[in-house]
């Protein structure tokens, strides 16, 4: 396995999602287009998406919508700026494979791809696997520069 490009603190110094909330914990490779990256955190229980003590399958979206926001920063970074905050307003094609993730041992693995940018949008493609085995796919969609709830 290849050292990571991007460890979490980088993640952490690109994304608005701070402390338990930031998801991802290594970038394992990214170009213009697409991004991959790892996360061992999906047995915590002390994890911000648990309910009920389980961590449902649906919280992969937010781990493809949160690599959403990576690349985005990583782009960003690479012309000298900052992301702009991002809201996700849309889900489609989802497909999960698992009712629940808590129970799993080892590295979740995710992917996102850039399908479509513009200074006001971006729209991805997301994968996320363990161990070789596909969990979940979708798209998703964020308007860039909103104002967060909060």
């Known amino acids: 396995m290849s050292a990571p490009v991007l460890d979490r603190a980088g993640i952490l110094a690109l994304v608005p999602h701070q402390g338990a909330m ?33 961590l449902h399958a649906l919280a992969l979206c937010e781990y493809g919508a949160q690599a959403m926001a990576v690349h985005g920063g990583l782009l960003a970074a690479g012309q000298g700026g900052r992301a702009p905050a991002g809201v996700l307003v849309a889900l489609r094609d989802v497909e999960l494979a698992v009712a629940r993730i808590d129970d799993l041992d080892g590295a979740l693995e995710g992917e996102a791809e850039l399908v479509a940018a513009s200074a006001a949008s971006q729209q991805y493609a997301f994968r996320i696997h363990h161990g070789g085995r596909l969990l979940a796919r979708g798209r998703a969609a964020a308007v860039l520069g909103a104002e967060l709830p909060g």
């Open 22 to 54: 930031c998801l991802w914990d290594q970038v394992v490779a990214w170009d213009d287009q697409r991004i991959r990256l790892r996360a061992g955190n999906q047995g915590d229980p002390a994890h911000p998406l648990r309910a009920r003590g389980r």
